[in-house]
């Protein structure tokens, strides 16, 4: 049994509190936020509460802990709880500040090898079909990327406050399924974020709709579009362009029905947000890192890849702040 604590009972927190509860092999022992009013949520779950993550991750009754905090907060969490000998899930970005989880990832890998990224597409059965077709070669090698992922409009912008920006926070997920699906390192990028849908954005220094061109040294590109509303839903679609056709994911649309009236034909919703339309590969996600302790495999996904998207998303941000491109090294 993998005793866990989780750190951060937000809205990401609770969806692995969930998951974890359900998972035999675990055991969620100990919720920590630093909100008093957590503690309620943590009886719920039958777990004990704690306001102070330091001394949550020095217990030594815990093996794992999941970081589910903003991101600024992430390597501290990660390195304390590393050293203090536990194996670690950290939601994505890995961190906010670059040069940070740059020093830790590049210092010391073998403590970097025992964090794993929150990357939960990677887990979700049309991702992993789209990158097994890619992979295949039936369809010639890629030679553009174009990934449209769009949000829902959220109620209240403090959601969005301490997430690092469009770049590091929507685009992150994006960044990390191209940096997986092209054969070539990125070396460029070419960015531009504007505020179309809240003022309240640009007034946080952040853009709420966001277009990014990425290039490898042989040209091929991809370019990922991000808006933080989408009145019809969640939106994701993915079509990666071969030399010999194509390959494509939609939103996922299971339920829907399409209707004709006078009016025209009418598709009902997608799934609401990420947050469903993502369920199942969350659960899969927590799966994994469960089973990777337990039978002492590698972390599918680890900090390298939350550093490498990091990296990226970072010089996208750069590229639209200045509006010139950037050149991407190692
Ligand atoms: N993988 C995904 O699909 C996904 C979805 C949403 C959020 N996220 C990521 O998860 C992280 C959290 O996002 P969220 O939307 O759940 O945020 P949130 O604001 O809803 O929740 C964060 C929680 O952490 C608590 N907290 C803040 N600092 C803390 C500290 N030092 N110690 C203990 N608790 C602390 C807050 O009180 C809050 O309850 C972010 O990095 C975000 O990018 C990932």
């Given amino acids: 049994m993998i005793n866990v604590a989780l750190i951060g009972m937000g809205r990401i927190g609770r969806i692995h509190a969930t998951n974890l509860s ?10 920590c936020d630093i ?14 509460f704690s306001a102070s993550p330091e001394s949550v991750i020095q217990d030594p009754a815990i093996d794992a802990v999941f970081i589910c905090t903003p991101a600024h907060t992430h390597i501290d969490l990660a390195k304390l709880a590393v050293q203090n000998g536990k194996y670690v899930f950290c939601e994505k970005p890995i961190d906010e500040d670059l040069e940070k989880a740059r020093r830790f990832v590049e210092t010391d890998p073998a403590s ?8 939960h597409r990677r887990y979700d059965e049309a991702h992993r079909k789209l990158r097994q077709a890619v992979e295949s070669g039936a369809r010639g090698g890629i030679e553009q990327i174009i990934i449209n992922s769009r949000d829902p409009q959220i109620g209240s912008y403090a959601v969005l406050a301490n997430t690092g920006g469009i770049f590091r926070d929507m685009m992150m997920h994006d960044i990390d399924q191209a940096a997986l699906l092209l054969p070539e390192k990125i070396v460029g990028v070419f960015a531009r974020g504007t505020c179309l849908v809240d003022p309240i954005f640009a007034k946080n220094g952040d853009f709420d709709n966001a277009v990014a061109t990425f290039w490898t040294n042989s040209g091929v590109t991809c370019t990922i579009i991000n808006s933080r509303r989408s009145l019809f839903g969640f939106q994701q679609v993915i079509e990666i362009y071969c030399s010999g056709g194509t390959v494509s994911i939609g939103t996922q649309a299971e339920a829907t029905v399409s209707t004709r ?8 919703k997608p799934p609401g ?3 469903e339309r993502y369920q199942s590969a969350y659960q899969v996600e927590c799966q994994t890192f ?15 890849d939350g550093l490498r998207a990091l990296k990226l ?18």
């Fill in 290 to 304: 469960i089973e990777s302790i337990e039978s002492g495999k590698a972390f599918p996904v680890t900090a390298l």
């Fill in 35 to 48: 909100q008093a009013s957590s503690e309620n949520i943590a009886e719920q779950y039958g777990a004990a």
């Fill in 313 to 330: 998303a970072d010089a996208a941000d750069r590229s639209a702040r200045f509006g010139q491109p950037v050149t991407i090294k190692d």
């Fill in 273 to 275: 947000h990420f947050l």
């Fill in 22 to 31: 359900n998972e035999p092999r675990a055991s969620l022992r100990m919720i």
């Fill in 112 to 119: 970097a090898a025992k964090v794993m990224i929150g990357f």
């Fill in 261 to 268: 009236d006078g009016a025209g034909e009418h598709l009902s």
